[in-house]
């Protein structure tokens, strides 16, 4: 499995961040959004190019409250530093050097890491003789682009690119990998401790203590795990803990590189709109899920009270209703060991591989059942159906015109790949071909 690199988007305000941000990822509009509501940040996203799949970060998203302007450019370029393994420095070819790239550039030469220096706006071959100002930044050869036009993005692109490390991550078969995400303070530290049954974590009671904690490989009943690390915050600074987008990258590090994730609320506070961001980062990448509601201990109970917590569950994550919940408590280890058991059958589940033949009989025998509607007088046909992947499992379908799958007999089609096989915690895909 490759680690994907990261390449965060840095310099002044106005010089086009977002548009380049936009025009590298392309616009990969989320299947969660559509289904859930989900507001999506998109100051982080998965982008390729040519063999390439990176994260792409735009600092100039990251909301960093009411710092004055110049702290403001320090805190994202450092936030880039810390969090990406190419810097992508942009600046505005119309208005020259102005004091505020150099100030960013000062901030950039304290980095190891690549800076490839972008000058945004130059619309036509005759404005290419403006980049020639921004050698003085001292970041080699200047790359002229256009945002609006999507001029020079493939050299920028090959140039960010050759910076690539090309190691893969060594993944051993039978080690199970799982990280547990959520908001700042819902417990994370405290339960990891108490899975670990020892304290690993530093755990106290303010938001953004975690320090930069490495993986932590674990062994229970014969099954060896990895614990991903989300390390929190390095910077104990006021901003760093009040930038909960900044929480947000940490965690989407871990998901990549997690086949389970554990989503972790907290039971006193209830469900927040950060909550339902962070888990449909989970379902789009695809991975195993498993709802974990911390701090049960803590919550006064009648006989209602889970039911109605996990209703409200349900209710605001629509699109993890395959994801197990799981009531515990950190503090008093209530339940929190047969977390373990939810992530070998999560797991598993998101490893399942189904035979050809048996897949075949359930979709024919759903088709059967309820055939697919008609859409202007033509009928979807279903010829057959191939698993192409795992991790998450995804099947291909091949009918006589992908046009006519509507979006609501794909859900169809998913719930009785459910019922018959389980798949229980996993997110699956279908995809739709025409057959040639």
Known sequence: MMTKPTVAIVGRPNVGKSTIFNRIVGER?????????VTRDRIYSSADWLTHEFNVIDTGGIDIGDE???????????????????????VNGREGVTDADEQVAKILYKTKKPVVLAVNKIDNPDMRDMIYDFYSLGFGDPYPISGSHGIG?????????????????EIED?????????RPNVGKSSLVNA???EERAIVSNVAGTTTDAVDTAYEFEGQKYKIIDTAGMRKKGKVYENVEKYSVLRALKAIDRSDVVLIVLNGEEGIREQDKRIAGYAEEAGKGVLIVVNKWDAVEKDDKTMNQFTTSIRENFQF????PIAFVSAKTKQ????????????????????????LNEVIEDAVARNPAPTDKGRRLRLYYTTQVAVKPPTFVVFVNDPELMHFSYERFLQNRLREA?????TPIRIITRARS
């Open 68 to 90: 004055p302007f110049l702290e403001q450019i320090r805190l994202q370029a450092e936030i880039a530093i810390d969090e990406a393994d190419v810097i992508i420095f942009l």
């Open 153 to 169: 993005l493939g050299d920028l692109l090959d140039a960010v690119a050759a910076h690539f490390k090309t190691g893969e991550e």
């Open 29 to 37: 509009i989320s299947i969660v959004e559509d289904v859930a509501g």
């Open 335 to 358: 339940r929190v060991k047969s977390l373990f058991d939810s992530i070998q059958m999560i797991s598993e589940n998101h490893a399942l591989r189904i035979q050809s033949s048996v």
């Open 421 to 425: 096989f389980g798949f229980e915690g």
């Open 174 to 182: 039978d080690v199970i990998r799982f990280s547990l995400i959520g």
């Open 195 to 197: 899975l670990l049954g």
């Open 320 to 323: 993890l209703d395959y994801a």
